[in-house]
């Protein structure tokens, strides 16, 4: 069965293109028009991602990306923001608030393809030898896509899970920006690196307790991010 994605803006010839080359490339696509009407086929068709304009009548991109991930059933649906916005801190409150990934428009529709393409890899597990990868308090679950700290479950995007994963299957490895990049977000993109920092400045507030003086993702400075060792203080 194809994968369904919801396409989201009222632009109707932006809808439309978008529409066409997501087809083309074998996905069944779902439409709206504005905010109310997206969270209603959102809860009743359940698409596996979301391609969301943030300027949207009735509900704008922001606040539907902050209600989806505050509920349970939704809150590891795929987004991919598309925004007029040109400055960076537009683009990362978007991702701040849960969004996977962005582009700005205008955009090559290929490009919505390839992004669309990226996100859905990394949200499906591949078939590995080690199912339950665990490091200190954290224990993730290859085959449920679940992470539990300490035994408490933990809500994770797409990208954070896929984040965690490549950190956890390479301990004390320190990681380029532009490496965990390409790992984990599955493409190489210039100017991402505001986008990764914000996706683990969303990690870190989810699984450290004192996001200041991280136990688990330490930055390493003029290089990147490592999993700190078990036993380091």
């Known amino acids: 069965m194809s994968q369904r994605i919801l396409v989201v803006d009222d632009d109707k010839q932006i809808v439309r293109l978008v529409k066409t080359y997501l087809e083309e490339a074998g996905y ?50 795929p987004i991919l923001m598309l925004t007029a916005r040109v400055e960076d ?3 990362i ?16 529709p290929r490009e919505v393809v390839a992004r669309v393409r990226a996100i859905l890899r990394r949200s499906q597990t591949p078939p590995s030898a080690a199912r339950i990868l665990q490091h200190g308090g954290l224990r993730l679950d290859l085959d449920q896509h679940r992470l539990t700290l300490d035994g408490q479950p933990i809500e994770l995007t797409p990208t954070e899970f896929a984040l ?15 490496e ?24 870190r507030k989810k699984i450290e307790v004192d996001v200041s003086a991280p136990r688990y993702i ?16």
């Open 28 to 77: 069944n696509v779902l439409t709206s028009l504005d905010g109310e009407d997206a969270l209603r086929v959102i809860r009743h068709e359940r698409p596996d991602l979301i391609v969301l304009d943030i300027q949207l009548p009735k509900q704008d991109g922001w606040e539907i990306t902050r209600r989806l991930r505050a509920e349970e059933l939704f809150a590891h649906v």
């Open 89 to 91: 801190m537009d683009k």
């Open 93 to 108: 409150l978007g991702l701040e608030l849960g969004a996977d990934d962005y582009l700005t428009k205008p955009f090559n």
């Open 164 to 178: 965690l994963k490549t950190f956890m299957e390479n301990p004390r490895h320190a990681f380029t920006r532009s």
């Open 180 to 203: 965990l990049i390409e790992k984990s977000m599955g493409y190489a993109y210039e100017g991402l690196d505001r986008t990764l920092d914000s996706h683990i400045k969303n990690l």
């Open 218 to 233: 330490e930055t390493v400075f003029g290089v990147g991010y490592r999993l700190r060792g078990e036993s380091a203080e």
